[in-house]
């Protein structure tokens, strides 16, 4: 067994995969080494440069004099890239552009498969902000808003304990070298388990199984529709150098185990939440506790601010739906499950559309005027500069940081949640553009 983890565990593993799907690593470029390369895009965080190029101990890149071609044209470096057959690019300078210690960061590496490349991104996309903040309003505005509190929740609850997870067992992203890392946005983060594992096995599995007896639909083509989401996102994250194989496997392997008693725990507890009168103060303060409680890290990450606007667009979804059905607009269908799905007309095609370009319209400035309106209210609070808080350095000692951080993403993101679920509903009733079966769907 030691050997089998040992195994799913090595980076060479991850390397190999990303050779087999058209990732290949090239030598270090240095000042004898000509920029134009064939065959393919090519980057590098090293430039070519009269006098030779020079590495800090901390692996910044100094660029002394002018940038030249094979050619000896000079050009110009602009944005840290260089155009010269194909493109190079430099990566980012500073201390967070290198998520290890080792020498790979140095080095350039040729995509020559863009098919794969352009699937493993989009893959990947399906588990990050953007993918949720599309994805939850489309659902309620155009699917079905019954299912889609479940859905968060189940969300919620597989996302908490995954990130959790992370911050307690503190294991590092896979090895540089052997591995490539395509992807820096997470990089600061821990690797074990995968949450966008756990995310792609939950998400649609919960879907099916929220649907399966709701819907009258084929769930063989669900499911394989499900294990294709999920096989996609997982290659993914082995493709772009960000998990080991031994992090995809955990990841999805407690997501399933976790989907046994979550899924009937959260198909309870929806009637509770929707109809109780003490369903806003429980949901408020059991998010509250689990912003402040959440397990505590040996060094600053993203991973307790994402969690945040995890926990607070399912706060704020709930309270949206308790208010819908506390004022009445909110009320059970007359018929009774399973309801036979309605295939869009053009018509329907085209007030969905509507919806979904004013509600993300409404929602991108809410999110805009409310993140800055909160961060102000909460430094002005605290007594606090924001300026100088913003400019301050990412880390666990910095305390002040933290706890307005985290205060304006609860904020802003519990309003994006209420507001989806109940404001801008409201304004579709009035615009007469609404989904008829919305505020039947208990």
């Excluded at 000896?72 to 210690?101: H, L, M, R, T, Y």
């Excluded at 503190?170 to 490539?180: A, E, G, K």
């Excluded at 499950?337 to 509507?354: D, H, Q, R, T, V």
Aim: proline share 5%.
């Amino acid at each position: 067994m030691l050997k089998i983890i040992d195994y799913m565990k090595d980076p060479h593993l991850v390397a190999r995969v990303q050779k087999y799907y058209g990732v290949d690593l090239v030598s270090p470029l240095n000042s004898s080494t000509s920029l134009t390369l064939s065959n393919g895009n090519i980057r590098s965080p090293v430039c070519e440069v009269e006098g030779g190029v020079k590495l800090r101990s901390e692996k910044k890149l100094v660029v002394e004099t002018s940038v030249r071609n094979s050619s000896n044209e000079s050009n110009k470096c602009i944005d840290n890239e260089i155009q010269c057959n194909g493109w190079v690019s430099s990566e980012p300078e500073g201390d967070d552009a290198f998520s290890s210690d080792s020498e790979s960061e140095s080095k350039g590496y040729i995509i020559t498969n863009w098919m794969w490349y352009y699937l493993f991104v989009l893959g990947t996309a399906l588990g990050d902000e953007i993918f949720y903040a599309s994805f939850i309003p489309f659902w309620f505005w155009n699917i079905d808003g019954a299912v889609g509190r479940r859905v968060v929740l189940v969300w919620t609850v597989i996302m908490y304990i995954g990130q959790g997870i992370k911050d307690v067992v503190r294991w590092p992203r896979p090895s540089c070298p052997p591995v490539i890392r395509l992807q820096k946005k997470w990089a600061l983060e821990y690797g074990m388990p995968s949450t966008h594992a756990m995310v792609g096995v939950s998400i649609p599995l919960s879907v099916i199984l929220y649907t399966m007896n709701r819907y009258q639909y084929s769930v063989s083509l669900g499911v394989l529709f499900a294990i294709g989401w999920c096989s996609v996102i997982c290659l993914s994250r082995l493709y772009l150098g960000m998990h080991s194989v031994l992090d995809i496997v955990v990841g999805v392997m407690l997501a399933l185990a976790l989907m046994v008693p979550v899924v009937p725990l959260v198909d309870a507890m929806d009637h509770y939440l929707l109809t109780s009168s003490w369903s806003p103060a429980i949901l408020l303060t059991a998010g509250i506790c689990l912003v402040v409680f959440y397990p505590s890290s040996d060094r600053w990450t993203p991973t307790r601010g994402d969690t945040t606007m995890v926990v607070s667009v399912c706060v704020g979804v709930h309270i949206g739906a308790w208010t819908n059905y506390q004022l009445g607009v909110l009320s059970e269908s007359p018929d009774s499950p399973p309801y036979a799905i309605i295939w869009p007309s053009y018509e329907m095609l085209g007030l969905s559309a509507l919806r979904t370009v004013i509600g993300f319209c409404c929602i991108v400035a809410t999110r805009a005027l409310c993140k800055s309106a909160s961060y102000a209210t909460v430094c002005a609070l605290l007594r606090l500069n924001s300026r100088e808080l913003q400019r301050s350095q990412n880390s666990i000692q910095n305390r002040q940081k933290i706890i307005v951080e985290l205060s304006y993403k609860f904020i802003t993101y519990a309003l994006l949640g209420f507001n989806t679920l109940y404001l801008l509903p409201s304004v579709f009733r009035l615009m007469g553009i609404e989904r008829p079966t919305f505020y039947t769907e208990i």
